[in-house]
């Protein structure tokens, strides 16, 4: 329950932005997000984790849901990301 009350904390658009609407789970529960309160909705997600969107990443000042290669690789050590854009280089020096 913690880690989904931080997830939320880290939303710009709340529960918009981690509730999968076309998940099987959301469309069989017939969910009114807006007429939830925040406790539901924790018991909710707890109990049908289906219904978040995912992958679900996150760290103590970002969140990342969905996928998307660009957004993902904010997550990995500024080292690692320094490397694979040199290999990219050299690759591309190579076409």
Sequence with gaps: M???KWIL???ENGTEEIISKRSKGYKTLNLDMDTLSIHELITLITKYPGLLRRPILFDNKR???G???D???RF???H???IELERAKRR???L
């Design 2 to 4: 913690q880690q989904i």
């Design 80 to 82: 690692i990301r320094t």
């Design 92 to 94: 591309a020096d190579l």
């Design 67 to 69: 996928y998307n290669d």
């Design 63 to 65: 969140l990342q849901v």
């Design 71 to 73: 957004e993902i690789r």
């Design 9 to 11: 904390s880290l939303t």
């Design 76 to 78: 990995l050590p500024r």
